[in-house]
Structures are given as C-alpha cells and as structure tokens.
C-alpha cells in the first residue's frame, strides 16, 4: 500500500478515452473507456459520487448536486466546466507506466510508499491530493486499456483526478465536420478519378486526405479536440479502391472495344500497338503522312455476269482472304472493300520513322504470289481465275473518322488517295500489274532492289492536277516478261 500524490501536470495529448463510472473500465473497439454513470442513487434517495467525482468537487469547493446537475452533458466544478460525452470523459493519458511512444503516452504519477509517507513531514503534502492504493505484483485492483494493460486503479483515478481539475479539457470534433471530412475524402476520388487520369487522381485524393488529416491532427494536437480517424481512413481507403477499380474496369473495357473495332481491319501486331498508345486513333481527321495502295480485279463484271452468285461469293472470300493476309504481314491496314477493290492504308498506326513506302510494294509482289498460287489452286477444280492491277501513292492525306452523325468509318480522304485510285486504273492502259508513283519509288528501291525493279513508264495526266506525274511499274526481279 502507498500513497500516491498528483500535482498541477504538464503532459503530452494523446489517443485515449476513460469513463467515470463504478463499473470496471473495459476498451471498446473504438478505445474510448466506457462506465454507465458519474452519480448512481440508491432506492433511499442517497447521491453515491465516483470517487474521483467526489475528490475532485472537495477540491473545488462544489456540492456534489451542483457539480452533477447538468450531466451527462458535462461537470461543473466551480468555474471549471469539463465536457462529457453521454457520461465519460475523454482523458489526456498520464498515469502510463514507462512513459514514452515506447510503452504508453506520458510519465507516471509520482509517487511514495506508505512507510516513507508515515515518517515525511507534513510540508510534503500540503496544497496536494493524496490518493491511497495498492500497486504490489498481483493485486487485482488492475485497469487494463489499450496504453497500459497493467494500469492500477488509483492511477486511473489519479489521472481522472487531473483531467477532472487541470489538464485543458478534451472534447469530441462536432458531428458536423467530422461528416464534411468523411465528406471530403470520399468525394474527392469520386469527383478526380472521373475527370482525371489514375497517377493524377490518386494523387490530388492522396493531398486532400493529408489536408483532412491535417485539420484532426492540427485539432487534436492544439485544440484538444478528438476527431473519429478510422471513419475518414476508411472512407478515404474505400472510395479511392472503389474508383480506381472502377476505373480499371472502364480501361480494360474501353481496350477490348478496341481490339473489337480494330481486329476486322490490321493485324493483330498492330491492334496490340493501337491498344497501347490509343493516342493514334483520332477522333476526328488528322493531317498525316500515309501510303495508300489500291488493287482491283480485271474484268470483275464479266467475270460476275457468266457466273452463279454461290460461286462469286466463294472465289471472292478466298481471294479477298488472301489479300488480306497479305496486307497483314507487312503492317498494313485494310481501309475498305469495294466490291472486288481493295483499299489498304500504311502508316497511321506507325512512327513516321518506319519504310512505309517499301512496305507496301513488298504486301503488292506478295498479293502477286498469293494470286498466283490461288489461280494454280482454282485452275486444278476448273474454276475461273483472277488478274489484278495495284497502284500505290504515297502524301500527306487525312486519317480519321469520317462519317455522319449516325454511323462513322476509319478512312483516308484527300489527293493521295485519289491518285492511287487513278494509278490502279492506270494498270490497265500500261498493261501493267503493279504501278507506283516517283514519291513511292524514290522510298522502296534503295530497300527493295535486291527483289524488285522499277521500270519507268513515262507519266500521267491526273484531273485536277496541273503537272503530270512520274510513274514506275514495278516486277519481281525473277518475274518472267
């Protein structure tokens, strides 16, 4: 047994809550300390105080019944009002063993053992409130709570003592701010992750969840005031997973759409490319350096006139396949199908860097080659076969979508498509397979004449064009005739 004695303290804010009440003070999950009431009454009409209530209003000169008269909203204690909330008190902690973040929040309580209390002089204890207690290994009179689960009572009621009569009095954030902070955290990323990028969102949600957190703590380190942290950190942590989530879901959607749209058209290489950089699909038309080939089947409307329809659909699936394929495999994306035409565009999902010009001579020689072994195929089952005539150009054209307001197409418009349309129909006065401009044949050859020749065949005349323009015809070098 010994005796205790509390003088004015001087000790740091912290996290924690006691009640006072005569039952054991037990944490709840939020670590506010709870205990039913400050004054229980007998059946007799008898005002029974907690002890520290009771110490605290003969210290302060109060009668029991004025300083209880406004609970459970608060005590008064002369001119000393200390807040309540539905009863308890919220307690700066001082009586931690240890003391330091180590062990527990602040210093114990002074104290002094009884033998050596009976033989001080009174001086010792004058202007001090001495409070009497057992702390001995083993005692049962322990009050266990989150800082310190080895608490005595007496410094439980020490450390009520001092909250009670001089410590600043802690209080609750109000209701109100406490929701505009939740406020604040969970419509932060709701608003930012819907405008904004992922990286920017999170981080403009990250600087206004520090800013809220800034306003409790700044509250709760000058003003005493003891906000709900876990409310905020989880609505903060949710909202964020929930938009960022969501906002993943919307990309990983907005890809597939993509490879949806784009598979029918280039090869799965380029989709892949697309999809990473979808920076290069415009919305609208985009003035771009692009090569453009045209190929058409001769005398399609013959061929389509002495035939069954079963067998122009079939002859026409094969061919068209192969074309396709051929399109594919060096980068190119087919543009569109006009009938037995096909339009294929290079360049607008590839750096400028890249030969697009030598590309699409190489998918024209390998069109030949597919054609050909297509035609050995056709002519073994008695079918008809096919010739066709390529022309290629290569400028400045616009790449977008272009359409009405109902339905759209990814295409090329302008002059260097309508000039490789007009060196296709070229093909066939030059009795020529393959015909390229000069702007084409200066980029291909230097790559491509280890395989191919450029045979010049003088120049056209394009409508709307004032000077003619240099064309080549192009062979396989191993190409007969």
């Known amino acids: 047994v010994f005796s205790q004695t509390l003088e004015p303290p001087i000790t740091t804010l912290g996290a924690a809550a006691a009640a006072l009440g005569y039952a054991d003070v037990n944490a709840d999950p939020d670590g506010v300390f709870r205990s039913p009431t400050l004054v229980k009454v007998t059946n007799d009409g008898v005002t029974l105080p907690h002890l520290a209530v009771a110490v605290a209003c003969l210290a302060a000169g109060v009668s029991i019944a004025d300083a209880a008269r406004e609970l459970p909203r608060q005590l008064r204690l002369g001119r000393r009002t200390v807040p309540l909330t539905n009863g308890a008190i919220w307690l700066q902690p001082l009586a931690r063993r240890g003391g330091g973040f180590a062990r527990g929040v602040g210093q114990p309580v002074p104290t002094l053992s009884f033998v050596d209390a009976l033989h001080a002089p009174p001086e010792q204890f004058k202007g001090k409130i001495v409070l009497v207690g057992e702390t001995a290994t083993g005692t049962s009179d322990i009050r266990p709570n989150p800082l310190d689960n080895s608490l005595r009572g007496v410094e439980?009621?020490?450390?009520?003592?001092?909250?009670?009569?001089?410590l600043p009095p802690v209080r609750p954030l109000n209701t109100m701010v406490q929701w505009l902070l939740i406020a604040m955290v969970v419509?932060?990323?709701?608003?930012?992750?819907?405008?904004?990028?992922?990286?920017?969102?999170?981080?403009?949600?990250?600087?206004?969840?520090?800013?809220?957190w800034g306003i409790m703590e700044g509250g709760f380190w000058q003003g005493y005031i003891v906000p709900s942290w876990s409310p905020v950190l989880v609505g903060f942590v949710g909202s964020t997973l929930l938009m960022g989530l969501q906002r993943l879901a919307q990309e990983e959607a907005a890809k597939r759409q993509l490879r949806q749209s784009f598979s029918m058209y280039v090869a799965p290489e380029l989709v892949e490319e697309i999809v990473r950089n979808p920076e290069v699909v415009h919305e609208e038309g985009k003035r771009m350096n692009v090569v453009v080939l045209f190929s058409d089947v001769r005398n399609f409307t013959t061929y389509s006139e002495q035939n069954p329809p079963e067998l122009v659909v079939r002859q026409m699936q094969e061919y068209l396949n192969e074309m396709t394929e051929a399109v594919d495999r060096h980068r190119g994306a087919v543009d569109k199908f006009v009938g037995d035409a096909v339009m294929a565009l290079f360049n607008?999902?590839?750096?400028?860097?890249?030969?697009?010009?030598?590309?699409?001579?190489?998918?024209?020689?390998?069109?030949?080659?597919?054609?050909?072994?297509?035609?050995e195929r056709w002519a073994r089952q008695s079918l008809p076969t096919f010739r066709i005539g390529i022309g290629i150009h290569a400028g400045e054209a616009v790449v977008g979508n272009v359409?009405?307001?109902?339905?759209?197409?990814?295409?090329?418009?302008?002059?260097?498509?309508?000039?490789?349309?007009?060196l296709q129909t070229a093909t066939k006065e030059l009795?020529?397979?393959?015909?390229?401009?000069?702007?084409?044949?200066?980029?291909?050859?230097?790559?491509?004449?280890?395989?191919?020749?450029?045979?010049?065949?003088?120049?056209?005349?394009?409508?709307?064009?004032?000077?003619?323009?240099?064309?080549?015809?192009?062979?396989?070098?191993?190409?007969?005739?």
């Open 156 to 166: 439980l009621n020490a450390e009520i003592l001092a909250n009670l009569l001089y």
């Open 187 to 212: 419509g932060a990323p709701l608003a930012l992750f819907s405008a904004w990028s992922p990286a920017r969102a999170i981080g403009g949600a990250a600087a206004v969840f520090v800013f809220a």
């Open 348 to 375: 607008p999902f590839l750096p400028d860097a890249d030969n697009m010009s030598a590309a699409a001579v190489a998918c024209a020689l390998e069109m030949l080659e597919r054609l050909r072994r297509l035609n």
């Open 403 to 422: 359409g009405s307001t109902r339905r759209l197409q990814y295409t090329a418009l302008g002059d260097t498509v309508n000039l490789a349309s007009r």
């Open 431 to 481: 009795q020529a397979t393959i015909v390229v401009s000069d702007v084409v044949k200066e980029a291909a050859e230097p790559l491509l004449r280890e395989v191919a020749e450029f045979i010049s065949r003088g120049s056209i005349s394009v409508k709307g064009r004032e000077q003619p323009v240099q064309v080549y015809e192009v062979k396989r070098k191993d190409q007969e005739g």
